[in-house]
């Protein structure tokens, strides 16, 4: 799970609802400096366990370059109700919000600029079944950050068993601490990557986050991550810029995966040193960069289209 380095809001940050044709959304709305143009809207998607909050540490250089930026709970993800029904969570539904989300997100001032999308982990395959079941959606580009071609790895869907396994009976508090006891013990967030010691305000969070997530919506994206097909083909043909990028690291779909996977894409292929599963949180202004030079890339691209070179 990515842990932020803050939980303070830039000035340029507030926490709002955001409010589409399939509900409200708790997001994290991030605007560049009063009176300047945007240079484009970003949307992000968060990953299995996640939060808007996951993009924080993003957000003040994405900003400062001129970009709109909305981070999302995804429903029955912390701040956004769901229901209790595993069915409302189903990959088709989740694709369909975000589908909704970009089209609210742009309404307004900055209408005509173009729309990035950033999945991380699940959050990429949650993208990638949008941009399948409507091709011609609006988005300039594709970023899938520490999102693989398929099902998770072999030792990652037996950590995601474990939580089919037990979350029916232990409840949501009752999981949550055999994670931290089992934690405690490997010397690791329950993911596979090695933590330093967690700050206190940093427990309280990720503790809320989890109570606050639906168990359904957990149960339903764990079986989803571990049955996932591959459907790297069919987003090949999609004629959009795409960018995989990736910690030096990942647990859950291992670097090599991702390395083949950007090149049946023909996609950018980064990857931010010292980061793992979360270069989002581990390495945030690399990251940043990393984006904004894609970003920038695909208006040299369009503005050269535009312009017949």
Do not use: C
């Not at 409840?171 to 933590?195: H, I, P, S």
């Not at 330093?196 to 639906?214: C, I, N, Q, V, Y």
């Not at 910690?247 to 292929?269: I, N, S, T």
Request: charged share 20%; no cysteine.
């Amino acid at each position: 799970m990515s842990r932020p380095t803050a939980l303070d809001l830039p000035t340029n940050v507030v926490s709002r609802q955001l409010d589409t044709s399939r509900g409200p959304f708790a997001v994290l709305d991030g605007a560049p400096a009063q009176g300047a143009p945007v240079r484009g809207h970003v949307l992000m998607v968060p990953g299995f366990t996640g939060s808007k909050e996951d993009f924080l540490d993003l957000m003040a250089p994405l900003t400062a370059a001129g970009f709109h930026v909305v981070a999302v709970d995804g429903r029955g993800q912390f701040e956004t109700a769901g229901p209790a029904d595993e069915a409302a969570y189903a990959r088709a539904e989740l694709a369909a919000d975000v589908l909704a989300q970009t089209a609210a997100l742009t309404a307004g001032s900055g209408a005509d600029a173009p729309v990035h999308v950033v999945g991380h982990s699940l959050g990429g395959q949650i993208v990638r079944a949008a941009l399948l079941s409507v091709p011609a959606a609006p988005y300039a580009s594709l970023t899938l950050m520490s999102s693989g071609p398929a099902a998770i790895e072999a030792q990652q869907q037996a950590r995601t068993q474990l939580l089919l396994d037990h979350l029916p009976v232990l409840g949501m508090e009752g999981a949550w601490q055999a994670m931290r006891t089992l934690e405690a013990g490997a010397g690791a967030d329950g993911a596979g990557d090695v933590q330093e010691a967690t700050p206190g305000w940093l427990s309280d969070f990720l503790h809320r986050r989890w109570l606050g997530t639906r168990p359904e919506q957990l149960l339903a994206t764990a079986r989803q991550l571990m049955t996932e097909t591959d459907r790297v083909a069919e987003l090949a043909l999609l004629p959009l810029p795409k960018l995989v990028l990736s910690g030096e690291a990942d647990y859950a779909w291992p670097v090599p995966w991702l390395d083949e996977m950007a090149e049946r894409l023909g996609a950018r292929r980064v990857v931010i040193k010292d980061a793992g599963h979360s270069p989002n949180a581990e390495q945030p202004a690399e990251t940043a960069a990393a984006l904004i030079a894609f970003w920038g890339d695909t208006e040299e691209r369009q503005g050269d289209s535009l312009t017949g070179e």
